[in-house]
C-alpha cells in the first residue's frame, strides 16, 4: 500500500515532505490498531499472547538507532500503550532514520595481494610438508 503512495506522488512528479509521511506513517497505525483492537474484543488475549511478541520482533528494539525498516512497527508497538505517537514524535523518528540510513560504513578494504619478490614455497618445501 505504501509503495502505490510513493508511486502515485513520484508519478506525478509530486515530493512528501516528512510531515506528510509522518502524518501517513500515524494513520496506518491507527488504521492497524483498529484491527487489533477489533481482534481482541473477538480474541480476548490476543494482543498480549500473540501480537506483542510479534511486534517486539518487528521492530527490532534490540538496536537503539530507528532504521526505516523497523519505523512502522515501532509507531504500532508505540500505539499498544496509553499514548500513541504524535505526528511530530513520528517525523522526528523519520529524519533519525533516514540520517542513520544515509551514513553507511564503507565496504571493507580487499586483502593486500602478495607482492611478486615474496618468493613462493619451493617444490622441495611442498613434498617434505605432504610427507610429513
Excluded: C, W
Excluded at 93 to 102: C, D, F, N, R
Amino acid at each position: 500500500m505504501i509503495f502505490e503512495l510513493v508511486s502515485i506522488y513520484t508519478h506525478k512528479n509530486m515530493t512528501l515532505t516528512h510531515q506528510q509521511l509522518a502524518e501517513l506513517l500515524a494513520g496506518f497505525a491507527r488504521s492497524q490498531q483498529a484491527i487489533v483492537d477489533a481482534m481482541d474484543r473477538a480474541q480476548p488475549g490476543f494482543r498480549g499472547t500473540y501480537l506483542l511478541p510479534t511486534l517486539n520482533i518487528a521492530a527490532n528494539l534490540r538496536i537503539p538507532q530507528t532504521r526505516l525498516l523497523d519505523l512502522p512497527s515501532r509507531v504500532l508497538l508505540r500505539s499498544q500503550g496509553r499514548v500513541p505517537m504524535d505526528a511530530e514524535t513520528i517525523q522526528r523518528a523519520l529524519q533519525e532514520a533516514l540520517e542513520g540510513s544515509v551514513a553507511f560504513d564503507p565496504p571493507p578494504a580487499p586483502p593486500p595481494a602478495p607482492s611478486p619478490a615474496t618468493p613462493a614455497i619451493s617444490a622441495e618445501a611442498e613434498d617434505e610438508f605432504f610427507q610429513s
